[in-house]
């Protein structure tokens, strides 16, 4: 599969803080790619880097095999790439209509924008029901549905997806993996960051390991699910 | 149907029923406006242009600091440079009343975005502290740059001319006052529904969700500060227009206060609620104008307790209540 996104030996700092150094790893076209690790380990960080919310020192980002290092974040979102950022930043004072609106801010097709909205309803029926209610009063299972569904907006062709599994339970974290690959299968290039090892092995089908900035270890996130010594040093022992 | 139309069309018909049910009000409501100089005395007259005066005023507090979320304490200077533009415009250039008005915003407005460029820096405290830094500047300059607009002496504003008739009382300016204001209320209408204005209230709730969604987050915001100069700038203009002479004590941060307390009353954030604040404060601070002590104290407590107790202001409240007649 020809590769969509790479990183090539890509630092990033906050301050004096280094919180990337060296990261290199590839996204091929089609595929869900796993960016798994400890809190603090840059996991966020890298996602932010490659969205341009947090400059990079060093490295290189191509995306289509073009460098996407000097561009604003509104021209990464308009290249194809939309972030679910982290902390579940839904617009909490706008109605979920509006919300949705905003994830198609570049966008000036009003026919497709319609489309899909109605492509987001078919993902997260739920948000039809609440279409003009308040963001804010959603239950966190859908705040997290909108904000898939308002990255979706963008019609990227990569998503950037930040710990959608966080603070759900169990059940909601299955229907939302779910979900996950159906847009995945419907052509939609993931690079998925997230806690919950086992659910992020199980889908995704290669997998980064992050420690400290650095990436401590990679391979197809089979091997690595049945790989013993890397489930005990890196990912708690699951 | 099929499902997708149903969505579609199920809020738009409730939305044009509480539309038509407003509309007769909102026409009958400009007939009576427009008719007011026919029945009324001259006063009258022209305590509706102080008001009108203060509607656009906040109409533009509001798009920054209500729809935008970027506190700015300087709008009294940019309702300054707009009368003393429009004034020396009138004065200098022999602009038409037109010019003067498009003057007086174009002016402010160049100056709003160099402000909103270097409020990018900051956030928050520290750019209400920087706002406001340049408002105090501006009205210093207004005071001590004597040849320009005639320092504490004040300055004369010669009566201003529409298609060549001059204006000299306050019902002549009247109609062009209040058809301005009008004009930048209808703006005002289509920016907060526009795309800008989703951006604008985007920017207002997370600067990095507002990135993440594409938003050129620094453009949007010297945007922002613009049009809101802009509106200031404007309402300098009318004020020009209906008034003989202007001094700079009343261009400082008290000012700025009363606008302010204006858009909280009514409901930050709201278009409906800047209209309302600026009218039902304006009458307030027009009935107290006899006993200034007590008026800043009244100001004062008015903002703290709505603060307090209506942090989202008149709006809210009375559009409910114009929701609840409409099901009757």
Redesign the interface.
Known sequence: MPELLSLRDVSAAYGRIQALSHVSLSVPEGAIVALLGANGAGKSTTLNVI?R?VPQSGGEILFRGASIAAR???E???AGI????EGR??????SVR?NL???A??RRDARGV?EDV?RAFAYFPVL?ER??QRAGTLSGGEQQMLLIA??LM?RPALLLLDEPSLGLSPLLVQQIFGIIRRINEDGTTILLVEQNVGVALGCSSYAYILENGEIAHHGPSASLAADGAVQNAYLGGH | MPPQQAVAALPARASSNLRLGLLVPAVAAVVALALLPVFTSGYVVYVANVLLVYVVLSLGLNLVIGEAGQFSLSHAAFYGIGIYAAALGNKLLGLPLVGCLLLAGVVAALLGGVIGTIALRMRDIYLALTTFAFGEAMQWLFLNWEPVTGGPNGLRIPPSSLFGVEILNDKQAYPVVLGVALLMLGATVVISRSRLGRAFRAVRESDVAAMAMGIPVRRVKIMAFLLSAFYAGVAGGLFATFSTYIHPESLGFQTTMTVLTMVVVGGLGSTGGALLGAVVFGLISELLRQAPAVQEMTYGLILILFMMFVPRGLAPAVSRWVRGRGHV
């Open positions: 969205s919310l604003a974040s509104h990464v979102v308009r939309a972030q679910v950022p930043e839904v617009f909490r004072e706008m509006e609106e905003l994830g801010h570049l319609a109605e039809r279409y003009r308002r990255a963008a």
